[in-house]
C-alpha cells in the first residue's frame, strides 16, 4: 500500500478561458440540438471545477503535481531519488499595474506578487522549481510533508524569513 500524502490546492481557476471558449460554443449549439449543447456545456461547467494539487510518495520517494477532475487525478510523479535536497524559497516579484482609485482615475502604482518556490536540488546541483505557492500554509504542509521522507534533506527558508519579519515587528 502506498503512503501517500495529498495537499490540495483547491479550484485554481487555470482554465478559465478554455471553459468560458467551450461555454461559447455549447451555447452556440443551442440553435443547433439541445442533446450535443448539454453535452459540450456538461464539459465547460468540468472544465472551470478542475482542482490542483501535490501528492508526496513517502515510500517510493516520489512527488507530482496533479490536476484533479471530479475524482481522477492526473499528472506524472517526478522521482526524488537521485535528489540531494528539497528547499522552499520567498521570491518577490515587482511589476506596475494600473490600479483603479476611489475617484475613478486610473494610476500606476508598483506591486509585488510574492511567491514560495519548491526547489529540487538533485545529485549533480541542478535546481528546478517544482512550484509555486501563493499560499504560504500550503507550501509548509508540502515541506512537512517531504521531511518524512528518510535521508532526504529539506530547508525551509520561508520559516526563518517570516520569523525575522515577526520579530521586527514586536519591536
Known amino acids: 500500500m502506498k503512503n501517500l500524502i495529498s495537499i490540495n490546492e483547491g479550484a485554481t481557476y487555470d482554465y478559465l478561458p478554455h471553459a468560458f471558449a467551450v461555454l461559447v460554443i455549447g ?26 494539487g501535490i501528492e508526496v510518495d513517502v515510500e517510493n520517494r516520489q512527488l507530482r503535481k496533479y490536476k484533479q477532475l471530479f475524482i481522477i487525478r492526473f499528472g506524472e510523479f517526478t522521482s526524488l531519488k537521485n535528489t540531494l535536497k528539497i528547499k522552499l524559497v520567498l521570491n518577490k516579484y515587482d511589476s506596475k499595474l494600473a490600479i483603479p482609485v476611489r475617484n475613478l482615475a486610473w494610476r500606476e502604482d508598483p506591486a509585488q506578487l510574492t511567491t514560495f518556490d519548491l526547489i529540487i536540488v538533485d545529485n549533480t546541483e541542478n535546481k528546478t522549481v517544482f512550484n509555486q505557492f501563493i499560499k504560504y500554509s500550503l507550501a509548509d504542509k508540502t515541506m512537512k510533508a517531504l521531511s518524512k521522507i528518510e535521508n532526504l534533506d529539506t530547508f525551509n527558508e520561508v520559516a526563518g524569513v517570516l520569523q525575522k519579519q515577526r520579530q521586527m515587528r514586536r519591536r
Open 27 to 52: 451555447m452556440a449549439l443551442l440553435a443547433v440540438h439541445w442533446i450535443p449543447a448539454v453535452v459540450v456545456l456538461s464539459i465547460a461547467i468540468a472544465i472551470i471545477g478542475i482542482k490542483t
